[in-house]
């Protein structure tokens, strides 16, 4: 059974990074197949796709998001993680981790979110 | 900038059938884009239907089906369930390793 467990603080302060890190359980990161993937709702707005990378380092990103982001994978501890510079409240959101199945083109495992709040 | 559109809300009966739509501002919906559809449920994750238009996800029952209707594409739920009241979100490939999702429809079963 594939999991995925996010964890981080949950309030942040403007100006700040943000850091979050995705445990996987269940399946290797050591897999082209797979891009280990960020992707964020704030309250009361749609999912935003936020970037992905496989654990060779190939990576996606949400041009939006790309100039604040950095995104890393970790095969020794099976995690991954999402840095998001200079925050502000707009960037207050639940925050989930996927991943992303190549073959199938999909986010075909996701952890349950993390709500990360901006705020002084 | 290219927005992914989807009704903000819709209602069936149970027992009914239902048909959501995911559609571009700017160009039509094709297999290219890969379209996949979640349902979230709030405190759950977000649960996998539908990929690559119309596979249907591990689990996911064949009450749900997809396709592609006219230039979007479309997420047909038969067989309309109490549970199946939430969110559903498409989301599409835009390239560059970039993917858009649509803004949601919230369904109501009643």
């Known amino acids: 059974q594939v999991q995925l467990q996010e964890s981080g603080p949950g309030l942040v302060k403007p100006s700040d990074t943000l850091s979050l890190t995705c445990t996987v359980s269940g399946a290797s990161v050591r897999s082209e197949t797979y891009h280990w993937t960020w992707i964020r709702q704030p309250p009361g707005k749609t999912l935003e796709f936020i970037g992905y990378?496989?654990?060779?380092?190939?990576?996606g990103y949400n041009p939006s998001l790309k100039s604040r982001v950095a995104l890393s994978v970790d095969t020794s501890k099976s995690q991954f993680s999402l840095k998001l510079t200079s925050v502000t409240a707009a960037d207050t959101a639940v925050y989930y981790c996927?991943?992303?199945?190549?073959?199938?083109?999909?986010?075909?495992?996701w952890g349950q979110g993390a709500l990360v709040t901006v705020s002084s | 900038q290219t927005v992914v559109t989807q009704e903000p809300s819709f209602s069936v009966s149970p027992g009914g059938t239902v048909t959501l739509t995911c559609g571009l501002t700017s160009g039509s919906v094709s297999s290219n884009s890969y379209p996949s559809w979640y349902q979230l449920t709030p405190g759950q994750a977000p649960r996998p239907l539908i990929y690559m238009t119309n596979t249907r996800s591990s689990g996911v029952p064949d009450r749900f089906s997809g396709s592609i209707f006219g230039n979007k594409a479309a997420l047909t739920i038969t067989g309309a369930q109490a549970d199946d009241e939430c969110d559903y979100y498409c989301v599409l490939y835009m390239g560059n390793g970039n993917w858009v999702f649509g803004g949601g429809t919230k369904l109501t079963v009643l």
């Open positions: 996927a991943r992303h199945y190549g073959d199938g083109h999909y986010f075909d495992y």
């Open positions: 990378m496989s654990y060779t380092g190939s990576a």
